[in-house]
Structure formats: structure tokens, C-alpha cells
């Protein structure tokens, strides 16, 4: 008897296990990489101009809570740093000034998006070098940063708030762009 030869028309049949590996896993890693690319954790929709700021619970430098239904008073500016980035410290100054000049129409949340490196005391000292006594200054939470539920995609990163709390300013290092001074001038109520 003459034993089955394969055809060498046909290709061979290819075992399922080997096809799952040339096939079936690039395909997995493909798809995860599309979600990935559509996922974006800035994609927070209530993060943008004339939507209401997203609602957090933060400690600042002085042990006092840090909640957005305390800062309804007055229009509230979050500057988004870290106390190691150079550019910001003029950017800092630069809020100084505005808020004297403003005669503290408006208060400014200073918050740390490097909590894992900035310290109590660097923050501290940053605030004396830079800031206003009056700014209130916080380390972004380890757990649920604040850079994800604002969008934050820089230091540097504004976002300014009216009493009502939606916001009505975004923007990177902005401090000196006329769009922003314009927004703020309008929400202290000068004309």
C-alpha cells in the first residue's frame, strides 16, 4: 500500500495554535493599541469652556480643605505647575502682580502636578519666592490627580473659573495673553 503523500498543489494545513500566534495576536495588539489612541484620559468633556469645573477635595499647603463649593466667592484661577519648572516661576510672579492689581478680585489655587517630587516645603518656598501669601497652594492627589478630571496637558496649564463655577478660561502659560486678561477683566466686573 502506498502511503498518503501530501499534494504539493495545496498549501499545508496550517495547526490552529500556530495560526492564533501569526494571526490572532497581532490582531489583539492592533485593537489595543486603536483603544488606546481613542482613549484619552483628557477627554473629559465637563473640563471645557462653559462646562461646569469638575468638583475635587484637596488639602492645601495649610492643612485647610480645598473643595470647589469653598471657592464660589469670586472668580478662582487653578495654575497647574510644579515648583521646579523655571518658565512657571515668572508665570508666577506675573499672577502675583495681576492679582495686586486686581485688588484680590479674583483668588488663585496654585496646585503641584508632581506631588511624587515637589514637597510641603518646596512648595513653600516657591510661594514666598514667586507667589502672593494669599495664593493657596496644594499638591495634586497621588489617588485622583486633578490633571486628568481638568485635562491638564502641561505646567503651565490655566483654567479660570466664575462664582458659578464653570469655566469660562482655558489655556497653557497664558498669563500674558490678551484673550485671558480680557476673561479676567471681565470676571472681576471691570470695564
Same mark, same amino acid.
Given at each position: 500500500?502506498?502511503?498518503?503523500?501530501?499534494?504539493?498543489?495545496?498549501?499545508?494545513?496550517?495547526?490552529?495554535?500556530?495560526?492564533?500566534?501569526?494571526?490572532?495576536?497581532?490582531?489583539?495588539?492592533?485593537?489595543?493599541?486603536?483603544?488606546?489612541?481613542?482613549?484619552?484620559? /483628557?477627554?473629559?468633556? !465637563?473640563?471645557? *469652556?462653559?462646562? &461646569?469645573?469638575?468638583?475635587?477635595? $484637596?488639602?492645601? =499647603?495649610? #492643612?485647610?480643605?480645598?473643595?470647589?463649593?469653598?471657592?464660589?466667592?469670586?472668580?478662582?484661577?487653578? /495654575?497647574?505647575?510644579? !515648583?521646579?519648572? *523655571?518658565?512657571? &516661576?515668572?508665570?508666577?510672579?506675573? $499672577?502675583?502682580? =495681576?492679582? #495686586?492689581?486686581?485688588?484680590?478680585?479674583?483668588?488663585?489655587?496654585?496646585?503641584?502636578?508632581?506631588?511624587?517630587?515637589?514637597?510641603?516645603?518646596?512648595?513653600?518656598?516657591?510661594?514666598?519666592?514667586?507667589?502672593?501669601?494669599?495664593?493657596?497652594?496644594?499638591?495634586?492627589?497621588?489617588?485622583?490627580?486633578?490633571?486628568?478630571?481638568?485635562?491638564?496637558?502641561?505646567?503651565?496649564?490655566?483654567?479660570?473659573?466664575?462664582?458659578?463655577?464653570?469655566?469660562?478660561?482655558?489655556?497653557?502659560?497664558?498669563?500674558?495673553?490678551?484673550?485671558?486678561?480680557?476673561?479676567?477683566?471681565?470676571?472681576?466686573?471691570?470695564?
Amino acid at each position: 500500500m502506498k502511503s498518503p503523500k501530501a499534494d504539493s498543489t495545496q498549501p499545508p494545513q496550517t495547526k490552529p495554535s500556530k495560526r492564533l500566534l501569526t494571526v490572532g495576536i497581532p490582531a489583539l495588539v492592533v485593537a489595543g493599541m486603536a483603544l488606546l489612541l481613542l482613549w484619552n484620559p /483628557y477627554s473629559n468633556p !465637563a473640563a471645557t *469652556v462653559g462646562q &461646569r469645573v469638575p468638583d475635587f477635595s $484637596l488639602t492645601d =499647603l495649610e #492643612g485647610r480643605p480645598l473643595e470647589i463649593s469653598a471657592l464660589r466667592e469670586k472668580p478662582t484661577l487653578f /495654575y497647574f505647575s510644579a !515648583a521646579w519648572c *523655571v518658565p512657571c &516661576r515668572a508665570e508666577t510672579r506675573e $499672577l502675583a502682580r =495681576l492679582y #495686586g492689581q486686581y485688588r484680590h478680585q479674583f483668588q488663585v489655587v496654585w496646585i503641584s502636578i508632581d506631588p511624587f517630587v515637589d514637597s510641603k516645603q518646596n512648595l513653600l518656598s516657591h510661594r514666598s519666592q514667586y507667589g502672593h501669601t494669599d495664593f493657596r497652594y496644594a499638591l495634586d492627589s497621588r489617588t485622583d490627580p486633578l490633571v486628568l478630571r481638568y485635562r491638564v496637558q502641561a505646567r503651565g496649564s490655566m483654567v479660570l473659573v466664575n462664582p458659578q463655577g464653570e469655566i469660562i478660561f482655558r489655556g497653557i502659560r497664558a498669563v500674558s495673553d490678551p484673550r485671558f486678561l480680557e476673561v479676567l477683566h471681565q470676571a472681576v466686573g471691570r470695564s
